[in-house]
T-cell receptor, first 114, second 114 residues
Framework: QQQVKQSPQSLIVQKGGISIINCAYE??????FPWYQQFPGKGPALLIA?????SEKKEGRFTISFNKSAKQFSLHIMDSQPGDSATYFC?????????????FGTGTRLQVFP | NADVMQNPRHLVRRRGQEARLRCSPM?????VYWYRQLPEEGLKFMVY????????ESGMPKERFSAEFPKEGPSILRIQQVVRGDSAAYFC????????????FGSGTRLTVV
């Protein structure tokens, strides 16, 4: 129940295209859903996050879509650029617990070709 | 200090030796989290500490692993009698409080056990 399932494992997109990464969860206590971007040799960096009281959040080219009833959320990268090539992780946590530990998905390696 | 500082960046230990990983949180941050990332996998929560207190160690292996965050100085993740399976990237993150908004990761320590 603590798992966050992420797909696809890898994704190849042409420059200018849309990259879509999906995540699903089981624990209905989760109330915070961030996406992290990680470049090789670096730590994860927070990209964008959403709480379940909204169905969509957009920041620049990055959009999170959230479906509470289906317990799914996805990251959309519009106009994908070669510089977006990285590994993306979805995550979830619950503020009701005495901890803010994040449960991470297994990651999606995105490659954007010119 | 604008960043979460981890050192060393790379650490090589022989089987049976001890590994000590250090994490200096961002200035003003009193909450520290340690995560482990195995090759080609997502990050797994290990432990959450506040100054002088372990809040959640539910992700820590029962033996050989310990963590501390003293009143003065960095947080330390200590692995005794390392084995090959301990080879991984270890990331720490810090936040100013118990909310999960200001969660900043360091660049990690890559531990290799030979």
């Amino acid at each position: 129940q603590q798992q966050v399932k992420q797909s696809p494992q890898s994704l190849i997109v042409q420059k200018g295209g849309i990259s879509i990464i999906n995540c699903a969860y089981e624990n209905t206590a989760f109330d915070y859903f961030p996406w992290y971007q990680q470049f090789p040799g670096k730590g994860p960096a927070l990209l964008i996050a959403i709480r379940p009281d909204v169905s969509e959040k957009k920041e620049g080219r990055f959009t999170i879509s959230f479906n509470k009833s289906a317990k799914q959320f996805s990251l959309h990268i519009m106009d994908s650029q070669p510089g977006d090539s990285a590994t993306y992780f979805c995550a979830a946590s619950s503020n009701r617990q005495n901890t803010d530990k994040l449960i991470f998905g297994t990651g999606t390696r995105l490659q954007v070709f010119p | 200090n604008a960043d979460v500082m981890q050192n060393p960046r790379h650490l090589v230990r022989r089987r049976g030796q001890e590994a000590r990983l250090r994490c200096s949180p961002m200035k003003g941050h009193s909450h520290v989290y340690w995560y482990r990332q195995l090759p080609e996998e997502g990050l797994k929560f290990m432990v959450y500490l506040q100054k002088e207190n372990i809040i959640d160690e539910s992700g820590m292996p029962k033996e050989r692993f310990s963590a501390e965050f003293p009143k003065e100085g960095p947080s330390i993740l200590r692995i005794q009698q390392v084995v090959r399976g301990d080879s991984a990237a270890y990331f720490c993150a810090s936040s100013p409080d118990r909310s999960n908004y200001g969660y900043t990761f360091g660049s990690g320590t890559r531990l290799t056990v030979v």
